[in-house]
């Protein structure tokens, strides 16, 4: 009785799964046909490297403090010593402040890669799901994000389907 509930419902979902229609796309391949995309990296390389600067700059800052401490360490009295090692630990703080506003979990670069990049996205989405509802898609999988996909047809490829519908 078992068994054959079982062939009933590997039957009922080999039925199913052949009526369901599915495409594959490539994501980096799409984006590197997007302008928009490129330029939304460069500026966000751009912006970036001007922020990395920045904390580099106080880090730097702090260890030249350190350093000229270690150096004068001796001509110091206790109470120099100790405003010393405030002042550094200050700085250090600082950089590290600083750091974690530019590119922290919910940071500056977080917050400018979401405004840049969530536009492009919505508007690759639309088109995917406009394509999957003309041609009855059930299923649109990435093959550039799932390492598991050995081998996908180009008959079932919509990338360049996509790009055409968003004007590239």
């Known amino acids: 009785m078992k068994k054959t509930a079982l062939m009933c419902l590997f039957a009922l979902m080999a039925t199913m799964a052949s009526a369901q229609k599915f495409a594959l796309l490539d994501m980096e391949y799409i984006l590197k046909n997007i302008p928009a995309y490129e330029r939304a990296n460069e500026q966000l390389n ?15 800052e702090a260890t030249t403090m350190y350093k000229n401490y270690q150096n004068e360490a001796v001509f110091l009295s206790q109470e120099q010593k100790k405003a010393r090692q405030e002042e550094i630990t200050k700085k250090e703080k600082e950089a590290s402040d600083l750091k974690r506003k530019y590119f922290g979990p919910e940071g500056e670069l977080f917050k400018k890669r979401e405004s840049l990049m969530t536009p492009i996205q919505e508007e690759i989405y ?40 968003l004007g590239y």
């Open 126 to 165: 639309t088109a995917v799901k406009e394509i999957s509802e003309l041609r009855g898609y059930s299923l649109v999988i990435d093959r550039a994000s799932d390492g598991g996909i050995i081998y996908g047809s180009p008959k079932v490829d919509i990338s360049n389907e996509v790009l055409q519908k």
């Open 46 to 60: 751009q912006v970036s490297k001007k922020w990395q600067a920045e904390v580099e700059a106080l880090a730097t």
